[in-house]
């Protein structure tokens, strides 16, 4: 575990404007705070402020915020300790770790996968030389030239064949195994990994992948741990006695799980972000070529079937996706398994169907890319996809077992629907469906069924509502804000924006008024106030926010990324203005509740009220002049 004193330092030491200006070219400096587009989502004026003296950054758009550390994990989708380790090493920052008791078993796995890792990225370079300069590369070319990704042809193509290791496997048994020897990595390594497998007889190993267009599966730190091949038309006098699998990926290993990584995902990431959305094809040469044409928020799973890892991978850089799959029995099939793993995750769906027998490479290759933006315009959301392959036209020549079936799956579609009004719209979508299939008049009782069904579902959703409303009295109020509120925000907001301006004791008055949520932060503030290495106050944001009530977070937040006051000396300004209008309010409140407890008619009883009264006015307005 990396110690907490590590975690400070990189927070403190790593520059954040410096990370953060490589991502936000647009980021420029404004005042006390740098401000640019956000990277997190799309817009045409800056609304993304970082402040370098709080190391702290703020989207007031998509309300995105946090420390330098936070936006490593969002932008790259890095988890924590990735985030830290990333920064440390970039800034120079030792990592200090505590250690557990078992901490031999730790490092020994440290080593591992620092091996394995160490192997995938040698054999990449291997692949990829054996693309340049190997004697049988015209295969692994040809089939390139096919796609329309010649390398030299083109700076795009190329750009693509880059970032996605492109590279070429000989057909011969043991050639990556040597190389690998030569670089002074053991077989071992290359075997649990799954590069190389052990011979059946005799010692030593052999290639797994042999005359294969090789690409590479990068993880989101950029490292190599996986190898999917594919095959390439046979040499002379190699024909097999069976034809070869098209694809053969590497085998889990300690570094790779199949289900937990997507083919593309760190080639993309940026491209997602800036298209808000991402797009999963299903094929490794659909993610490339795509790429290659400029569509480069695409990616695909790894031969297996979409799975929750994976959505929360995605999720990790956008909350909407569209699967691109094809218009064939597979395809929907593919595309139904996919619901529970992307609503488990939080993903909005869309699905869009290629037409009949071509894939997205395909359909960019010999219409373009524009057939593809419209196509990923026009597509579905996933609930009316699937009530759309229910209802299609082959149910009225179902027979009734059958039709009964399709009825039960439209309804069990419905009636996982979370949102009330989203089904509602899609119960109006089936109906639409059922009257332009004519099942009125083909199939009354499979119509009456449903709709029968549906009602029931409804009617339990809407009893649901009734009684959490019930129960929740707090629904049917309106809050109010207290007299004050707007004095207090600002006072607090001044004393963020110069945090220094709680040592000065002839603003302690104005503090004094202050109660709640507003104390409650003040107080917050005051507890993570350090030093910083200049010598200036600084504040420790994080623990900071922690301590603060959970409405307020996000307006302090913003606060602290994009100052209001230059200085201390306007802030301090601000403090007295809002102190003595603050004060006024009070002084007006307090003679509102005297002359209701005034009204009961008793004489003595009033001229002491309003002795009591005149007493306290002059005291605030002793405590003002000070």
């Known amino acids: 575990m990396i ?49 370098q003296e709080r190391g702290f950054f703020h989207c007031f758009g998509c309300k995105e915020s946090g420390s330098v550390i936070d936006f490593v994990m969002k932008h790259e989708g890095a988890t924590f300790p990735e985030a830290v380790r990333s920064l440390a090493e970039r800034f120079g920052i030792p990592v200090e770790e505590e250690r557990p008791q078992d901490r031999g078993e730790v490092d020994r796995q440290k080593r591992l996968r620092d091996d394995l890792h160490g192997a995938n990225a040698a054999a990449a370079v291997y692949f990829e030389q054996c693309l340049r300069e190997h004697p049988d590369r015209a295969y692994a070319l040809d089939e390139l030239e096919r796609r329309g990704l010649v390398p030299g042809s083109d700076a795009t193509a190329d750009e693509a064949l880059r970032a996605f290791r492109i590279g070429y496997a000989p057909s ?49 730190q950029g490292r190599v741990v996986a190898f999917s091949g594919r095959a390439l038309p046979p040499m002379p006098g190699d024909e097999p006695k069976e034809k070869p699998a098209k694809y053969i990926n590497s085998p889990e290993s300690p ?103 071509q894939d997205p490479d395909e359909l960019v290759r010999t219409r373009g890319a524009a057939s593809l933006d419209d196509l990923l315009r026009r597509a579905k959301g996933m609930l009316e996809y699937l009530l759309e392959t229910e209802l299609d036209a082959t149910f009225n020549a179902l027979n009734a077992f059958e039709k009964a079936e399709r009825v039960d799956r ?137 301590g603060v009530p959970m409405e307020l977070r ?15 000396a306007a802030a301090r300004a601000e403090v007295l203005e809002q102190g003595h209008a603050l004060r006024g309010i009070l002084t007006s409140q307090e003679g509102m509740a005297t002359s209701r407890r005034m009204d009961g008619g008793d004489l003595d009883r009033e001229m002491a009220i309003a002795e009591e009264m005149r007493a306290r006015v002059q005291e605030r307005h002793a405590k003002g002049r000070g």
């Open 172 to 220: 011969g048994w043991d050639g990556l195994a040597n190389y690998l020897r030569q670089q002074g990595i053991s077989p071992l390594s290359g075997e649990a990994t799954g590069l190389l497998v052990p011979r059946s007889a005799g010692a030593g190993h052999y290639d797994r992948f042999r005359h294969r267009l090789m690409f590479a599966v990068v993880d989101l």
């Open 255 to 357: 570094v790779y799980t199949k289900g937990n990584q997507l083919f593309g995902i760190f080639q993309a990431r940026s491209g997602i972000r800036a298209a808000a959305s991402a797009v999963l094809v299903e094929g490794n040469f659909d993610v490339v070529s795509l790429h290659a044409r400029g569509i480069d928020h695409v990616v695909a799973p790894l031969g297996t079937a979409f799975t929750e890892d994976q959505a929360k991978l995605l999720k990790r850089f956008t909350g909407s996706v569209t699967f691109l799959f094809d218009g064939d029995f597979a395809g929907k099939k593919a595309a139904r398994a996919s619901r529970d793993p992307a609503r488990q995750a939080g993903l909005s769906v869309k699905v869009a169907t290629l037409p009949d027998g």
């Open 3 to 51: 110690s907490p004193h590590t975690i400070v330092r990189v927070r403190d030491l790593a520059n954040i404007v410096t990370v953060i200006g490589e991502a936000v070219p647009s980021l420029k400096n404004k005042g006390r705070s740098w401000v640019g587009l956000c990277p997190f989502h799309k817009e045409k004026s800056p609304s993304f402020h970082v402040n």
């Open 410 to 546: 439209v309804v069990k579609l419905l009636a996982e629907e979370d949102d009330p009004l989203v089904r509602s719209m899609a119960k109006a979508y089936a109906d639409n469906l059922a009257a332009r299939l004519d099942l009125a008049r083909t199939s009354p009782d499979a119509l009456a069924t449903l709709e029968q069904k549906v009602k029931r579902a409804l009617a339990e959703e809407r009893r649901q509502i009734a009684d959490q409303a019930a129960g929740d009295p707090k629904r049917a109020r309106i809050p109010t804000r207290a007299p004050g509120a707007a004095h207090r925000q600002k006072i607090v907001g001044a004393f963020v924006d110069a945090p220094e301006l709680l040592d000065d004791l002839s603003l302690e008055p104005v503090v004094g008024l202050l109660e709640g949520n507003s104390a409650l932060t003040l107080l917050s503030l005051r507890q993570n106030l350090k030093l910083n290495h200049e010598g200036r106050f600084g504040i420790q944001v994080p623990e900071f926010l922690a």
């Open 554 to 568: 996000g307006w302090l937040s913003a606060r602290l990324a994009a100052p209001e006051h230059a200085d201390s």
